[in-house]
């Protein structure tokens, strides 16, 4: 059976093999170079030292300041794993997927992966989410992301037709719901649910040209803001917390006398209430130190959420 | 290679991935998973040396660890761990005899296929080209020629030949054989049954099409990132990693879950060829039939398995030493897991609120009943597998849902404890 920790994943192997067709197409390596593209993007290690040393004397020979090939290896192109084609099978074949596939695109995997069968893996989106008219949305919308065309929005509610380049396709794995980011006209950048959105028409005018990107990293850099957490040692507080916050950047404190942890989540201000529910989620385990507005809120929703189970209330009877 | 960095197999890389995952797992803690918690320092290490300093750091001043993590969903456009996936040890022996069978068979001569025989004739031969340079292009003629040359090399100082000493292996032929049995397996090498003889070749080019690479790669990564099995997705996007535009995002991923994907593909695979499997839990040997794999709300992954007659469900990143067995013990009729429920009173503003409130119930109950009482309140009644497991979703409803029974007739003392215990953490007196 083959496996996913796979010998032909490691470094060294892909490595070499890349430097060996790179040598045979002409490329040039001094012997600092070959050292530098063997090492890849691993840190400095005695053992990976060891290892390239032997695989340098074994293959290579230095001549006039470059090295050359022992024995005149002729490597193909490495095809995809099994396994590989297997899991692309298997999401090809999710209906929740083909909505971010062409038609055109999907019928040639189908042809190409025709022998090899699916994984029973649930469902990678959830099926509700991709209900008319959602799914239509996301398609126009994924669409018109690929080839930089920009939509206009109608909604559900009151609220007017918006019109935007869409920058990138948002999907909550926690809610399964997805959500559009477009830089609209107003030139801000927006977070839609698609539950929200009646209907997206692509429109025909050229994109701005503009680098989205750039200006992205600009504004998530205005809305970082953080909050910190001390953990206690309850109910699997740290690995659930980890697990929530694992889409935000973090930095943990364990202090091994106290045996407790202080964690601080760098989140954007957009994502605040969702981070609160998180926060909330984990209960008495976890308590929010800072920064002090936050803390207030939650104290007065844990007041409030309190005073339904006062000795007076009543239980069952009322209702 | 012998060394102590790289790792044999999965059951040793998990707990590395723990750490990676949590960053902050102290000495303590680190000793249930571990089996020397004296390896805790040489794993931490090891992240050292595989992970970017630009998403890890970990940094140690007296008695406090601190452990940073770098990265956030919105603007990763890889999984940061996949170089921790690359540190499987990798022989000399193998390395040479993989690039050799591949080389060999990329000739242009190769034409439709070669026998066994073929192939392990062209690889001595390689070999002994490369391993004895002073014989090179002499026809390697049978296995004691190694040995012998060896023996007798005129240039027994160097250290080319100290290396084949090294990596001379007393029956090349068995182990051309398993390696390329290695490559089939995987699939970087077909085998096709030519009567008494396979014949063997490089499989057909698999472009995975230039003219809709701009959709594939912009549709790998979100669903290499949504997948439950995630780990062959990513190494599908390695291949165009240079082309690589990010184009979505994935928010409440856990970057954790890499670490049970090889139990994960173990059984997907008991799943669909309906085998039973052997597997170890807390330190217990378990048998029984896989039914399918979940997650929960923190995505955390699960399986459930039929065993001893009823349905039990098992953390996958707990369990060891998963193997398929040849028999099953398929059931005719699965049996459904007890229900239990939840009454829940639902305190609203106006009618937008209890919308709102209402939509959020449905989207993770959809089966819930509610009905409008009085005033401002209404009932709702929701149908669970497990009524603690609510507890976590329904906080995050406060103030606005209040438990009012249960079937375990504990949830609401439990929910009015914890709430008092929280607002005592924040100073306040109840």
């Given amino acids: 059976m083959a496996s996913l920790f796979s010998v032909f994943k490691n470094h060294l192997f892909l490595s070499l093999y890349q430097v060996i067709r790179n040598i045979k197409q002409g490329q040039a390596y001094t012997p600092q170079e070959l050292h530098k593209a063997l090492y890849g993007s691993m840190s400095f290690h005695p053992d990976i030292e060891k290892a390239i040393a032997a695989i340098t004397a ?153 680098n989205l990107t750039e200006k992205y990293e600009k504004y998530l850099a205005s809305c970082k803001t953080s909050l910190t957490l001390s953990l ?71 007041q409030a959420a309190y005073q339904w189970y006062q000795e007076d209330t009543e239980g069952l009877t009322d209702i | 290679m012998n060394n102590t960095l790289y790792m044999k197999s999965t059951d040793d890389l998990r707990p590395f991935l723990e750490l990676a995952g949590y960053g902050c797992y102290s000495r303590q803690q680190m000793k249930t998973l571990l089996e020397k918690s004296a390896t805790y320092d040489k794993r931490i290490e090891f992240l050292n040396v595989c992970l970017s300093p630009d998403y890890w750091h970990y940094s140690r001043k007296g008695k406090e660890r601190r452990f940073a993590f770098h990265d956030d969903a919105y603007r990763t456009k890889k999984n940061e761990l996949i170089p921790i996936f690359s540190m499987k040890s990798l022989d000399l022996q193998w390395l040479l005899c993989y690039l050799a069978i591949l080389s060999i068979l990329n000739q242009p001569n190769a034409g439709k296929g070669f026998s066994y025989s073929q192939i392990e004739r062209e690889v001595m031969q390689l070999l002994y080209d490369l391993l004895l340079p002073c014989l090179k292009n002499i026809p390697f003629k049978n296995a004691a020629d190694w040995k012998k040359q060896l023996a007798t090399s005129p240039q027994k100082n160097d250290a080319v030949i100290q290396l084949a000493l090294q990596v001379y292996h007393e029956n090349w032929g068995s182990q051309i054989r398993r390696r390329l049995q290695d490559l089939v397996r995987t699939g970087l090498v077909n085998r096709v049954s030519k009567g008494k003889e396979n014949e063997y070749s490089l499989p057909d080019k698999i472009t995975l099409l230039p ?45 954790l879950r890499i670490s049970s994907d090889s139990q994960l593909y173990t059984l997907l695979l008991a799943i669909r060829k309906q085998k039973n499997i052997t597997f170890t839990y807390r330190n217990r040997p378990h048998e029984g039939f896989p039914l399918q794999v979940r997650t929960d709300a923190y995505q955390r992954e699960y399986l459930e398995v039929y065993e001893e007659n009823r349905v ?104 009015r404890r914890d709430l008092k215990e929280a607002l005592q953490n924040y100073g306040i007196t109840v």
């Fill in chain 2, 211 to 255: 003219a809709g690479q701009k959709e594939l790669t912009a549709a790998l990564p979100l669903f290499a990132s949504t997948a439950l099995l995630s780990l062959p997705g990513w190494y599908l996007t390695q291949r165009y990693a240079k082309s690589l535009t990010k184009k979505s995002q994935t928010r409440y991923v856990n970057a």
């Fill in chain 1, 58 to 210: 074994l293959f290579f020979t230095t001549k006039n300041g470059f090295v050359t090939l022992k024995v005149p290896f002729s490597l193909p192109d490495l095809p995809p794993t099994h396994i590989e084609k297997e899991w692309l099978k298997t999401v090809i074949t999710d209906s929740t997927c083909q909505p971010f596939l062409s038609a055109d695109l999907q019928q040639k995997l189908e042809n190409i992966l025709q022998d090899i069968p699916a994984l029973p893996l649930p469902e990678i989106f959830s099926r509700e989410t991709l209900q008319e008219p959602t799914r239509t949305g996301l398609i126009r919308y994924w669409q018109a992301l690929l080839n930089k065309q920009p939509v206009c929005l109608s909604f559900t509610d009151f609220r007017l037709d918006l019109k935007g380049q869409p920058f990138r396709l948002d999907y909550n794995a926690k809610k399964k719901t997805f959500s559009y980011l477009v830089y609209t006209e107003q030139q801000m950048f927006q977070r839609f649910n698609t539950a929200a959105i009646k209907e997206i028409i692509p429109l025909s005018s050229s994109p701005s040209g503009e």
């Fill in chain 2, 312 to 415: 039990i469900t098992y953390r996958i990143s707990r369990m060891n030493q998963i193997q398929l067995q040849k028999g099953n013990t398929k059931p005719e009729k699965i049996p459904f897991p007890s229900k239990q429920h939840i009454i829940l009173r639902l305190h609203y503003d106006n009618r937008n609120s209890f919308h709102r409130l209402t939509d959020a119930i449905w989207r993770q109950c959809p089966d819930a009943l509610v009905t409008q009482v009085k005033g401002n309140t209404a009932q709702c009644i929701l149908k669970t597998n497990n009524n603690r497991s609510k507890i976590p979703w329904l906080r995050t409803l406060y103030p606005q849902v209040e438990i009012v029974d249960d079937s375990t007739g504990h949830l609401r003392e439990r929910v």
């Fill in chain 1, 232 to 302: 206690s040692p309850k109910w699997n507080a740290v690995e659930r917390c980890f697990l929530l916050f694992s889409s935000y950047e973090k930095e943990a404190v364990y202090d091994e006398d106290t045996d407790r942890y202080k964690l601080t989540i760098y989140f954007y201000r957009f994502d605040t209430d969702e981070v609160l529910d998180d926060v909330f989620s984990l209960g008495s385990a976890v308590t929010l130190v800072s920064p002090e507005n936050l803390r207030q809120k939650i104290i007065q929703r844990l």
